[in-house]
Each structure stands twice: as structure tokens, then as C-alpha cells.
């Protein structure tokens, strides 16, 4: 299908998402319903490379469970890319606004079905996804893709594969809640591919409980618990009488997650897998391939995304595209003059 390099051409629906820099639209265009992702150039030159190195990534990698980048184009001061659309976002947002006390052990077996599927082909390609949390998986009715890969690093180094990674957590604080112990060390034993299975289990915690690990805890906090291994991240019944008396606990979630977490019993198929993912020596654990012989994952043979997200809706009517809205930000805009239009051609 060969898509426009005219906004004008493409029909916006509604926001999925708004930021200072960023707007996700819904839209359609030949009547095949898409993502469209609006970037502003004006922003800082490291952020302009992530974007950059995302579209790059992206391109080189061709697998079912990998977020797909269809088309890019430039008009004016934005930049637009053309996705797949994947009606019920990304994860965190289902955390956020349906399961709010997480989602069930099902649908948390078949989304890590398809992220290490996804994770299993990203590493035989010698690459580090270096970013998997909630917010990087998205869903569709019948399969999870990650997306965000502008951190994904290489070990092929001059035509030969590296033994291991080093690289900075500087400007990448937000996502030090989901980064491996050996990452936050920096020291001169770097990292592999390994990380990206400790972000997974840490991922498993925050789709268990409704909310990302050590959240609102200091960093301080948040590495010691690391480098001590500890494993009490997922919030229920045991979990809390195990650690009701330890100072390792903190003590806000604590506060706000007892009453619920009280009720949830998680499996000990569940929780081991937690645990093979959540070793803190990388050689410990098991790679996405052979994760995805678990056990754990089983129990997704007999159900689906469309079974497990029946009756979900997310409503985005508050973010409805007004006809007289200019999706440019330039009203003098003449949708059939296109002479400042760019295709990028990666």
C-alpha cells in the first residue's frame, strides 16, 4: 500500500496521546485505520536522535511482534510517522484507566508470550532493546508488539559481535526504575542482552500490580534494593506477611496496596518466572527462548487478547478531532501546495 506524504490526505480521528512534544492521532486513510504520530522538530537535538534512531532500528527489524513503521514524512517544523494501529494502546495505559489492580495471570502469559518472541528474534539479530516496560507494549485484538527500539544498542562492533555493553544512564532517569543492576553499576564488567530480561520481570511486577515497581521511591532506594537482589516486588498475600516488619518494604505503597494486595494470590508458576528474570547475576537467567518454554506461559493456549479485553473501551471521545481544527498548527496551510513536503527515506 503506498501511503501520502500530505497530512491533509489522512483523515484524524481522535488523540490517543498529548505531549509537550508529541501527538498520537487515530486516523484513517483508503479506509485502513492507522496510528499517526506527530513530533515537533523544536525540541532538544538528543531527543531528535532517539526519534531518528527509532525510525532506523525499526526498519531493520521484520518480526510480527515488533511495532512497524509504515511510512515518514516532514511538513513544516513536525515530523510525521505512519504505524499500524493497536486499538488498545499500550499497556500502561490499560494499567492506568481498566485493570487498575493489574491484569489477570492470562492476559499477562500472552502478552510475554509475543515480548519475548519479540525479544528472542531483536537478540539473535545481536541487538539490546535496552527499554521494555508497560508503556513500550502495545495490543491489538489478537497480538502484543513492543515498540520504542531508539535504544536499542548493537553488540556488532566492526563486523564482530561484542562480549558485552557499556554504556550511561544520563538522561534516561525515567526508565532506571526498569534497568538491570549491572546497567546501574558502570562499572567496567558491562551489560548483555541479559538486561533486557531483567526489565521483563520487572514489567511482570507492574503488570501484576496495577503500577510500576518502586514507584515514588527514591533512586537511592530503588538501587540498593537492586543490588541486594531483592525479589518481594510483586504486591500479594504473601508477599506482604513476609515483609511486614522489614524495612525493605516501602512503606507507601505499603500504606496504599495492603487492602488490595491482601486479596491477590499469584501462582507459583508466575512467580518463579518473576524470579528467574529478577536474578541479579545475568548469567542466572534463562534467555528469552528458553523463557518461552516456561511453564508460566501455558495457560495462554486456551484463551486470546479479544477473550481476556472483552467488553474493554477505551474512550477517547474527549479528544475528538474538530473539523475546523488545523492538525498543522498553520491555518494558512494549502492542502493541495506540497512543494515543503519531505519524504524521508531510510
Not at 218 to 245: A, P
Request: with cysteine; charged share 20%; aromatic share 12%.
Amino acid at each position: 500500500m503506498t501511503f501520502s506524504s500530505n497530512i491533509h490526505n489522512y483523515k484524524l480521528l481522535e488523540i490517543h496521546k498529548y505531549g509537550k512534544f508529541k501527538t498520537v492521532y487515530k486516523a484513517n486513510f483508503s479506509n485502513k485505520c492507522l496510528a499517526i504520530k506527530k513530533i515537533c522538530l523544536d525540541q532538544p537535538t538528543e531527543d531528535l536522535t532517539t526519534m531518528c534512531n527509532d525510525m532506523l532500528t525499526m526498519r531493520q527489524f521484520k518480526h510480527r511482534n515488533i511495532n512497524t513503521v509504515l511510512h515518514c514524512f516532514l511538513y513544516k517544523q513536525y515530523a510525521y510517522s505512519v504505524y499500524p494501529f493497536m486499538c488498545y494502546g499500550d499497556c500502561e495505559l490499560l494499567l492506568q484507566n481498566v485493570f487498575t489492580s493489574g491484569f489477570p495471570e492470562a492476559m499477562i502469559a500472552l502478552i510475554l508470550k509475543d515480548v519475548l518472541s519479540a525479544l528472542s528474534y531483536i537478540h539473535s539479530q545481536h541487538f539490546v532493546h535496552g527499554s521494555i516496560r508497560a508503556k513500550h507494549i502495545l495490543i491489538n485484538t489478537n497480538k502484543a508488539v513492543i515498540s520504542n527500539v531508539g535504544d536499542c544498542q548493537t553488540l556488532i562492533n566492526r563486523g564482530k559481535k561484542k562480549s558485552f555493553l557499556y554504556g550511561s544512564t544520563v538522561g534516561k532517569e525515567d526508565q532506571l526504575f526498569w534497568t538491570a543492576p549491572e546497567i546501574l553499576f558502570q562499572n567496567l564488567s558491562g551489560y548483555t542482552e541479559k538486561v533486557d530480561i531483567y526489565s521483563v520481570g520487572i514489567t511482570c511486577c507492574e503488570m501484576g500490580n496495577g503500577f510500576q515497581p518502586f514507584k515514588d521511591t527514591e533512586l537511592t532506594y530503588m538501587y540498593i534494593e537492586k543490588v541486594r537482589g531483592s525479589l518481594s516486588l510483586l504486591m500479594e498475600k504473601s508477599n506482604i506477611l513476609d515483609d511486614q516488619d522489614s524495612v525493605s518494604l516501602d512503606r507507601k505503597i505499603q500504606l496504599c496496596s495492603r487492602d488490595l494486595s491482601m486479596k491477590k494470590v499469584f501462582s507459583d508458576n508466575f512467580l518463579q518466572f518473576i524470579e528467574l528474570c529478577l536474578n541479579k547475576t545475568p548469567l542466572s537467567r534463562w534467555t528469552a527462548t528458553k523463557l518461552m518454554t516456561h511453564s508460566f506461559l501455558k495457560q495462554c493456549r486456551n484463551t486470546s487478547f479479544l477473550e481476556q479485553l472483552k467488553g474493554v473501551n477505551l474512550d477517547f471521545s474527549a479528544h475528538k478531532i474538530r473539523e475546523h481544527e488545523p492538525v498543522c498548527n498553520d491555518d494558512d496551510v494549502n492542502p493541495f501546495k506540497i512543494n515543503d513536503e519531505k519524504t524521508w527515506n531510510f
